[in-house]
């Protein structure tokens, strides 16, 4: 198999703490500087959510813009996406830093439960989000937390409310949602190939099941998600020194698989993305 494959790091997200691992970047000077030692191990999307001064997660538009500022100047050509997930704010406040328009954003379909409580994806919410990003030429990637968030995705394709190239990111091990289960995603796979052929997918798994899932989607021919948000460790032993570890660990499985991991022109390629303008020297 010679198709690349895209690495994703997710570089913070909104739970893990330097409680949890010393190594989780909080401020905006860590996260850069993260993001830039992942891009060199062979990461092309960074999926990125900010913190406040306490270090609480949030959805503040101007801390994403300044990470968004140095994530252009460290690691240029990288593909940007920010989140507009519910832990970081409620209603429209999450998509407040769309028109920063970055190259991505997530963006999750449906509800479902999370470990402690329901994550709640309201139809107009949804409807909004992805309407904002077409307004602003923000490419989404669908969040999959169950299987009808894939049948949500193609529909919205269908219709128009998703029109550019779909990405749809199955979420696996999440307590109460998807579990990490073969057939499972076995069937996943089959469901994008049989209403969604021209799409692309990934996969991540969260905590001791990441570096499964990242296999099972290297192998099965598809891009996969990696980094300090969905786990922070290398083993039941040994915390992740950095993010740049946990990418270098998913691009070993593209080497053992004989698939090349995507540079980021080629990412841009394959997910429909333009290539960044040059800067004035």
């Known amino acids: 198999m010679t198709k690349p494959c895209i690495l994703c790091v997710a570089i913070t997200g909104s739970l893990p703490t330097k409680a949890h691992n010393p190594a989780v970047p909080i401020n905006i000077s860590e996260q850069v500087e993260s993001t830039q030692e992942a891009f060199e191990a062979g990461a092309?999307?960074?999926?990125?959510?900010?913190?406040?001064?306490?270090?609480?997660?949030?959805?503040?538009?101007?801390?994403?813009?300044?990470?968004?500022?140095?994530?252009?100047?460290?690691?240029?050509?990288?593909?940007?996406?920010?989140?507009?997930?519910?832990?970081?704010?409620?209603?429209?406040?999450?998509?407040?830093?769309?028109?920063?328009?970055?190259?991505?954003?997530?963006?999750?379909?449906?509800?479902?439960?999370?470990?402690?409580?329901?994550?709640?994806?309201?139809?107009?919410?949804?409807?909004?989000?992805?309407?904002?990003?077409?307004?602003?030429?923000?490419?989404?990637?669908?969040?999959?937390?169950?299987?009808?968030?894939?049948?949500?995705?193609?529909?919205?394709?269908?219709?128009?409310?998703?029109?550019?190239?779909?990405?749809?990111?199955?979420?696996?091990?999440?307590?109460?949602?998807?579990?990490?289960?073969?057939?499972?995603?076995?069937?996943?796979?089959?469901?994008?190939?049989?209403?969604?052929?021209?799409?692309?997918?990934?996969?991540?798994?969260?905590?001791?099941?990441?570096?499964t899932v990242n296999e099972w989607a290297i192998a099965a021919g598809g891009h996969t998600r990696t980094g300090l948000e969905d786990n922070v460790r290398l083993d039941k032993g040994r915390l992740a020194p950095s993010n740049a570890a946990l990418v270098a660990r998913a691009a070993a499985l593209c080497e053992k698989y004989g698939r090349p991991v995507a540079t980021w022109q080629q990412a841009r390629d394959i997910l429909g993305l333009a290539q960044p303008k040059q800067r004035a020297g």
């Not at 240029?76 to 954003?105: F, H, K, N, W």
């Open 44 to 211: 092309t999307i960074a999926h990125c959510h900010v913190r406040d001064e306490s270090g609480k997660p949030t959805a503040d538009p101007e801390r994403y813009g300044r990470l968004l500022e140095g994530l252009r100047q460290h690691c240029p050509g990288m593909i940007v996406q920010l989140s507009t997930g519910g832990r970081s704010g409620a209603g429209r406040e999450r998509g407040g830093m769309l028109p920063l328009r970055p190259d991505m954003a997530s963006l999750a379909v449906g509800s479902n439960n999370f470990p402690t409580r329901v994550y709640e994806n309201a139809p107009d919410l949804v409807d909004w989000l992805a309407s904002e990003m077409r307004s602003y030429d923000v490419l989404p990637e669908i969040e999959a937390f169950d299987l009808s968030h894939i049948h949500q995705a193609a529909a919205m394709h269908a219709d128009g409310r998703l029109p550019r190239k779909l990405y749809v990111q199955f979420v696996m091990g999440v307590k109460n949602a998807t579990p990490v289960d073969r057939d499972i995603f076995d069937y996943y796979v089959k469901t994008m190939e049989r209403i969604a052929p021209d799409a692309n997918w990934c996969a991540a798994g969260i905590g001791r099941h990441q570096l």
